[in-house]
């Protein structure tokens, strides 16, 4: 057994999965650091410290404690395509099939490639994929990398270097794969990111508020927000601000012009999130939120805020999507795998 800092293990996964024993002594709770997770088992009066029961790979979703003392847990996984496909609909072209993604989003970029960051051999690394091409990794360096991720002009990708709550905002080079910039951010977890035509101002969504970042290192507030696309042209932004009962879109000039509500009549709500070049000719990319469970692919038309679902040939929980240059769309969509598990103590 190993001693450990309960509130460490507890927040090191987000909020863990927990159940208490029967004698209602002991409470078992996992928490997922990486691509592993650790059970473990606390009193509940607090006179001692927690314990790792056991270590499994990938996330426990849920877990029980039996009449028998076993421990079953839900043991989940969302591997992450990113996929391409035309507007109208049909069949998709897969670019990449990533098991262990680190997060769910991708930066679709000015070639047509995509970048993500994947967990291999233990490590986070920020991977570079076209259609029918193996993945390469682009960056060679020991910092922690995550998303969000954004195209920063004609040969850069930005993500997140460091710590979630003391992140720093890294700049690649696509060429050569080296890191050209590293620019300070205090204002908290970035949320999501997206950056001017020209490179020169990345807007990192963090804290309810669009913040840009020039490439200087100074950041100021833009406006209130939660997600941005910056507009093609890159005079305007289009932000959505999470509010009950549904998200809304604004468009937010850069002139200083006045800010414009854009309504979402329906028939479908917006999903999840708006990414970076998630706007051309007037249409929207986005999940959208409808009957199902899931988030699929759809559509809003900016003059209306009508929201059509693109019909596919294949079903998923769409998180992120942006056009390609030559006018299709690519989209990272997570499938979902979960098996159950019992573990007996002195069991082999």
Same mark, same amino acid.
């Given at each position: ?25 002991? +409470?078992?709770?996992?928490? =997922?650091?990486?691509?592993?997770? %650790?059970?473990? #088992? /606390?009193?509940? @009066? &607090?006179?001692?410290? +927690?314990?790792?029961?056991? =270590?499994?790979?990938?996330?426990? %979703?849920?877990? #029980? /404690?039996?009449? @028998? &003392? ?279």
């Amino acid at each position: 057994m190993l001693d450990a800092d309960f509130g460490d293990l507890a927040t090191g996964g987000g909020v863990p999965p927990a159940a208490v024993t029967l004698d209602g002594k002991t +409470a078992i709770f996992g928490s =997922t650091h990486g691509t592993l997770s %650790q059970v473990m #088992s /606390v009193p509940i @009066d &607090g006179h001692a410290s +927690a314990q790792q029961l056991f =270590t499994v790979t990938g996330y426990v %979703q849920s877990l #029980s /404690v039996g009449a @028998d &003392g076993g421990i079953y847990l839900d043991q989940a996984e969302r591997p992450m395509e990113i996929i391409r496909f035309a507007p109208e609909g049909g069949r998709v072209e897969r670019i990449a099939v990533v098991q262990k993604p680190v997060g769910d989003n991708f930066a679709a970029l000015p070639d047509g490639r995509a970048v993500w960051a994947e967990y291999s051999a233990g490590r986070r690394r920020l991977m570079l994929g076209a259609a029918g091409k193996e993945p390469t990794s682009l960056v060679n360096t020991t910092d922690e990398i995550s998303g969000p991720f954004t195209a920063v002009g004609a040969d850069g990708v930005a993500f997140v270097l460091g710590a979630e709550t003391h992140p720093t905002i890294g700049v690649a080079a696509l060429s050569n794969g080296r890191i050209v910039r590293r620019i300070s951010f205090d204002k908290g977890k970035i949320e999501q990111m997206a950056s001017s035509p020209d490179g020169k101002t990345v807007y990192a969504a963090a804290t309810g508020s669009i913040w840009a970042v020039t490439a200087d290192g100074e950041v100021r507030r833009q406006c209130a927000g939660n997600y941005v696309s910056v507009e093609p042209g890159g005079q305007s932004l289009l932000v959505e601000v999470k509010e009950a009962p549904n998200t809304k879109l604004v468009r937010v000039p850069l002139n200083g012009g006045a800010e414009q509500e854009i309504p979402v009549p329906g028939p479908l709500t917006l999903g999840y999130v708006i990414d970076n070049a998630g706007v051309r000719n007037g249409r929207l990319l986005a999940p959208g939120s409808g009957p199902t469970w899931y988030w699929p692919p759809a559509m809003f038309d900016l003059a209306t805020g009508k929201s059509t679902r693109i019909p596919l040939e294949y079903v998923s929980d769409f998180h992120h999507m942006s056009w390609t240059p030559d006018g299709k769309v690519m989209a990272c969509a997570l499938l979902w795998r979960s098996n159950m598990w019992k573990f007996t103590r002195g069991a082999h």
